[in-house]
């Protein structure tokens, strides 16, 4: 696996290396002793599927509260998404700043999320699917979320979602 580390501490794009041959290709895409080799988060407890069925479709941005933060392992498995990672950790010097990639079936890219940053993406294509591998179960009275298009952070998404929840539509101006 390649890690290339982004703008943000932290934060990698993940991109499997292809051993192809006439069948194909395999790629490792978890590999504990890799990721401990970049100092990065080995210990996964959760994993979950997201299902979109239409183009447009947001989700974010997201995190849990101590004692409940997550480090997310995020991959798209089928479609496409714009996924945006967000820093929240006070002593950053990214504090506020945030990062995009593009994820698709087609490219197998992941995004390492870590604990103190939230997370979000738009899907791109209809039936688009995500997989989650998390280093902490969900914890209901833990998650929190901050609005998309809060000014505050200045993301820029690549068109305005179709399909967003009740709750991450309305969630307050970040304090």
Same mark, same amino acid.
């Given at each position: %696996? $390649?890690?290339? /580390?982004?703008?943000?501490?932290?934060?990698?794009?993940i991109? /499997?290396?292809? $051993?192809?041959?006439?069948?194909g290709?395999?790629?490792?895409?978890?590999?504990?002793?890799?990721?401990?080799?970049?100092?990065?988060?080995?210990?996964?407890?959760?994993?979950?599927?997201?299902?979109?069925?239409? $183009? !447009?479709?947001?989700? !974010?941005?997201?995190?849990? &509260?101590?004692?409940?933060?997550?480090?997310?392992?995020?991959?798209?498995?089928? !479609?496409?998404?714009?996924?945006v990672?967000?820093?929240?950790?006070?002593?950053?010097?990214?504090?506020r =700043?945030?990062?995009?990639?593009?994820?698709?079936g087609?490219?197998?890219? %992941?995004?390492?999320?870590? $604990?103190?940053?939230?997370h979000?993406?738009?899907?791109?294509?209809?039936?688009?699917?995500?997989?989650? =591998?998390m280093? =902490?179960?969900?914890?209901?009275?833990? &998650?929190?979320?901050?609005?998309?298009?809060?000014?505050?952070?200045?993301?820029?998404?690549?068109e305005?979602?179709?399909?967003?929840?009740?709750?991450?539509?309305?969630? /307050?101006?970040?304090?």
């Amino acid at each position: %696996m $390649k890690f290339l /580390p982004t703008k943000i501490a932290g934060v990698f794009e993940i991109k /499997p290396e292809l $051993k192809e041959d006439e069948r194909g290709f395999f790629a490792r895409t978890w590999c504990r002793d890799e990721f401990d080799a970049h100092g990065l988060v080995t210990h996964l407890v959760q994993c979950s599927i997201s299902y979109n069925t239409r $183009k !447009g479709t947001l989700r !974010g941005m997201h995190y849990q &509260a101590a004692p409940f933060e997550e480090t997310k392992l995020v991959r798209c498995t089928k !479609g496409a998404i714009y996924d945006v990672v967000l820093d929240l950790r006070l002593e950053s010097p990214t504090y506020r =700043q945030w990062i995009s990639a593009l994820l698709t079936g087609e490219n197998r890219s %992941m995004i390492y999320v870590p $604990k103190g940053c939230a997370h979000g993406f738009l899907t791109l294509q209809d039936n688009t699917e995500v997989f989650y =591998q998390m280093s =902490q179960v969900y914890d209901v009275a833990s &998650a929190r979320g901050l609005r998309w298009d809060d000014p505050l952070f200045g993301i820029s998404w690549p068109e305005k979602p179709v399909v967003i929840s009740e709750r991450d539509r309305t969630y /307050p101006d970040f304090q």
